[in-house]
C-alpha cells in the first residue's frame, strides 16, 4: 500500500514538473499541424518572392517580367538556379522556341518558382513526353495579363494551356471594373502594387535578419490572430464560391475572344498550398461552355492526380513532383489530335 502511494506521489510529481514542456509541446502540435500559422507568417513577410529578379517592361500589357539571365532564390525550403530567356520568360533551360505550339499561361505556379530549371513543367512535358511547350507563365499574374502575353508572344500557339490559381480572383474582378479601352488604368494599379511590394521586400532584406524575421513574423502572426486552424480552412475551401470565380475568368476570356477562337483551350487549377477541388472542374465547365459554346475549352481536375504532399508546407509553391504529375496529366490532350 505504501508502495503505491509512493508510485502515485512520484507521477504527480513528475506530472506537475513537466506539466510546462507538455504545455509547449501541446502549443507547437497545435500550431503546427491544426493551424496555418506557419506558413500564414512566412508569407505575409513576403520574403518567399525574389523581387531583384522581376523587371518593369512599361511598354507591354503585363507590366512586368523576368529578368533575362539567371535567377539565384534560396529560402527556407529550396534552393533555386531560374534560368530566363531574353523576352523574360522561362524557356532558356531547356531552350523552347517561340513556334512552339503549345503554351503554358499562368503565374509562379506555371513559372516555376520553387523548382530547377530541370523541374519546371515545360521541362518535364519534354523530358517525359517530347512535347515542346513554351512557358509564360509568371510570378502573380493573373487572367488577363496572361492572355496579354500569349497575344504579345505565341501567334502560332495552337493550343493553350491556362493555369488557374484562387488569388487569380481579385485581380479579374479588378480589371472588369473598367472598361476594356480604360485597362491602361489597371496597368498603373498593378505597377504601384508591385514596385511597393519590391521596395518592401529589399528593405526588409536588406535590414533583417532570417532567423529574427522568423520568429517575429510568427509572433505577430499569432499574437493578432492572423490565422486560420484547419476546420476554418475547410470551412473557407466549402464556402469558396467556385462559379462565380468562373464568371468573372469568362469575362476576362471574352476580352481575349478573338485571340483564343480556333485554338483549344485547356484550363487546371493550381491552388495555394494543394487545396484543388473536384467542385473546379464542374464550375467552371459549366459556366464556360454556357458563355462559350462556340470554343474548344477542356477543364481538366487536378486534384485527380496531386495532392497537398506535391506542394511544400510553408511556401505555396509546388514540387518537383507537381510538375511531373501535371505533365502526365496534360500530354494525352497535347497529342496531334486530342
Known amino acids: 500500500m505504501e508502495q503505491k502511494s509512493s508510485r502515485l506521489r512520484n507521477l504527480a510529481f513528475y506530472g506537475i514538473a513537466l506539466s510546462p514542456l507538455l504545455a509547449i509541446v501541446g502549443v507547437l502540435v497545435y500550431f503546427t499541424f491544426l493551424t496555418n500559422a506557419f506558413p500564414q507568417a512566412y508569407r505575409q513577410y ?3 518572392i525574389n523581387f531583384d529578379c522581376f523587371e518593369v517592361v512599361p511598354d507591354h500589357r503585363y507590366v512586368y517580367r523576368m529578368k533575362p539571365g539567371e535567377c539565384h532564390f534560396n529560402n527556407a525550403e529550396y534552393t533555386t538556379v531560374q ?7 522561362r524557356n532558356a533551360n531547356p531552350k523552347i522556341g517561340y513556334d512552339a505550339k503549345v503554351v503554358l499561361l499562368g503565374d509562379s505556379h506555371t513559372y516555376g518558382f520553387s523548382v530547377n530549371d530541370a523541374d519546371t513543367l515545360n521541362a518535364q512535358l ?9 512557358n509564360l507563365g509568371v510570378p502573380i499574374y493573373a487572367t488577363y495579363r496572361e492572355l496579354a502575353a500569349a497575344e504579345d508572344h505565341a501567334p502560332n500557339a495552337e493550343v493553350l494551356v491556362l493555369q488557374y490559381c484562387e488569388n487569380d480572383f481579385g485581380e479579374n474582378s479588378e480589371y472588369l471594373t473598367l472598361p476594356p479601352d480604360q485597362e491602361p488604368e489597371n496597368r498603373k494599379g498593378i505597377l ?7 521596395e518592401v521586400y529589399q528593405a526588409r532584406k536588406a535590414a533583417g535578419t532570417p532567423l529574427g524575421d522568423t520568429f517575429r513574423g510568427i509572433a505577430q502572426v499569432i499574437s493578432q490572430g ?3 486552424n484547419r476546420w476554418e480552412m475547410k470551412k473557407e475551401d ?3 464560391n467556385y462559379e462565380y470565380e468562373a464568371e468573372q475568368f469568362s469575362e476576362i476570356l471574352a476580352r481575349h475572344k478573338e485571340y483564343i477562337k480556333n485554338r483549344h483551350l485547356i484550363v487546371y487549377e493550381s491552388t495555394s498550398y494543394g487545396r484543388n477541388s473536384i467542385v473546379f472542374k464542374a464550375a467552371f465547365d459549366k459556366v464556360l461552355h454556357r458563355e462559350f459554346p462556340d470554343l474548344n475549352i477542356e477543364v481538366l481536375d487536378v486534384s485527380k492526380v ?3 504532399r506535391d506542394y511544400f508546407w510553408l511556401d505555396d509553391h509546388p514540387r518537383a513532383s507537381f510538375y511531373a504529375k501535371v505533365a502526365d496529366m496534360l500530354a494525352p490532350h497535347l497529342k496531334p489530335g486530342a
Open 46 to 48: 513576403i520574403r518567399n
Open 83 to 89: 534560368t530566363i530567356d531574353a523576352n523574360g520568360f
Open 126 to 134: 519534354k523530358s517525359r513526353h517530347n512535347i515542346d511547350a513554351l
Open 192 to 198: 504601384q502594387n508591385i514596385t511597393l511590394a519590391k
Open 226 to 228: 492572423e490565422y486560420s
Open 238 to 240: 466549402r464556402e469558396r
Open 306 to 308: 496531386v495532392n497537398k
